[in-house]
């Protein structure tokens, strides 16, 4: 009888074994390569991992089409360092077998039905850290950048120490503090802390708010096109800014709802006319500003 556990890798995709199916089935025992030995037969329980862009609603990029994503992982010294990363042995990543699935889109793996507590604990780390790499590459992130956040070292600076916590897969050396500033009318936020991160033709804003006592109460993230961050055209997008502004009041529709896709639109078709193909937050971010 056959059971699907899918992992989904979109926006608050968790992997949980406990509220997931498997898959059973007998295979051959193996290495973490898929390669196996026609001596013993063992039951095995499977999962997969979808790197569609229609799952995950993350932007289409040339470097996170599925077919590169699924390379990839599969990829043996890319699974040694995210085995390195998650703290689990050489004999523990030998219990499990990845292969490309049927579809195009698939990653499959599978491990024994029957490991010992600590075995478990350990494939629990690597399937989580595993698929918080998919989704983060689905979301928009580099190759490099998140290779740099598995080998990343973090330092004493506090507020960097808070985003890896938060953002264990990205370097917290490519993040910047933009902004740490009190609030006093956002319910219980007391102190909100935001930080930009540019990777590639993508940035991304991360907010962390704050109650009184210092304990954090959420986190929030959203990309915008990194070409507003660069220096070289920093004056080309204040002097639009500014000039957008003024015919958005002089169209009389400044500050009504929805006013600000209308801003979006000016401000692209204004850019493409000076040769900037830029992208709105809109696009960039699926389902957050429909």
């Known amino acids: 009888m056959k059971q699907i556990r899918k992992l989904q890798t979109g926006r608050g995709a968790i992997l949980c074994s406990s509220l997931c199916a498997v898959i059973i089935f007998l295979s051959s025992t193996g290495d973490s390569r898929g390669q196996s030995s026609p001596a013993q037969k063992t039951n095995r329980t499977g999962t997969y991992i979808n790197v569609s862009s229609e799952v995950s609603g993350g932007p289409k990029l040339p470097h996170n089409g599925p077919d590169a994503i699924r390379k990839e992982v599969l990829d043996t010294n890319f699974i040694a360092l995210i085995a390195?990363?998650?703290g689990i042995t050489q004999e523990q990543l030998a219990m499990l077998e990845l292969t490309p699935g049927p579809a195009k889109t698939e990653i499959w793996y599978a491990l024994p039905t029957s490991v010992t507590s600590a075995e478990s604990s350990a494939i629990e780390r690597f399937s989580e850290r595993l698929?918080?790499?998919v989704r983060e590459r689905m979301n928009g992130h580099t190759k490099e950048c998140l290779l740099a956040g598995l080998t990343?070292?973090?330092?004493?600076?506090i507020n960097l120490q808070w985003f890896a916590a938060n953002y264990?897969?990205?370097?917290?050396s490519?993040?910047?503090i933009t902004r740490d500033?009190?609030?006093?009318d956002s319910g219980n936020t007391a102190r909100r802390k935001?930080?930009?991160?540019?990777?590639?033709?993508?940035?991304?804003?991360?907010?962390?708010d704050f109650n009184s006592r210092g304990m954090l109460l959420e986190t929030s993230q959203v990309k915008f096109d990194a070409k507003e961050v660069d220096p070289k055209l920093k004056e080309t997008f204040a002097t639009l800014d500014k000039e957008?502004?003024?015919?958005?009041?002089?169209?009389?529709?400044?500050?009504?709802?929805?006013?600000?896709?209308?801003?979006?639109?000016?401000?692209?078709?204004?850019?493409?006319?000076?040769?900037i193909e830029w992208r709105s937050p809109a696009e960039l971010n699926s389902g957050i500003f429909d």
């Open 84 to 86: 390195k990363s998650a």
């Open 131 to 133: 698929q918080h790499y």
């Open 152 to 157: 990343n070292k973090v330092g004493s600076d």
């Open 168 to 172: 264990p897969l990205l370097p917290s």
């Open 174 to 176: 490519w993040a910047r």
């Open 181 to 184: 500033e009190a609030v006093t």
């Open 194 to 208: 935001t930080f930009e991160l540019v990777d590639g033709d993508i940035a991304w804003s991360y907010t962390f």
């Open 244 to 275: 957008l502004a003024d015919e958005m009041k002089q169209l009389g529709i400044s500050g009504q709802l929805g006013a600000v896709n209308s801003y979006w639109r000016l401000k692209k078709e204004k850019l493409k006319a000076k040769g």
